[in-house]
């Protein structure tokens, strides 16, 4: 298990500093709190993000 503090868990998932606070503030995001300090597994997120995807619909006809 490899940790990251939000600073890097930021700048690899490419998203802001104050939308992953948001996430932790709403317990949505996978995090450890390690005496006061928010680490954050990669592999974890990286799967909880892949579960937020939305896939298309199947038979949809684009033109």
């Known amino acids: 298990m490899h940790l990251l503090t939000i600073k890097q868990l930021s700048e690899r998932i490419n998203f802001k500093i104050k939308t992953i606070y948001d996430w932790v503030h709403r317990e ?36």
């Open 28 to 63: 949505r995001i996978p995090y450890f709190k390690i005496e006061g300090s928010l680490r954050f597994d990669y592999d974890e997120v990286s799967r909880w993000l892949k579960h937020k995807r939305h896939k298309p619909k199947k038979n949809l006809d684009i033109l």
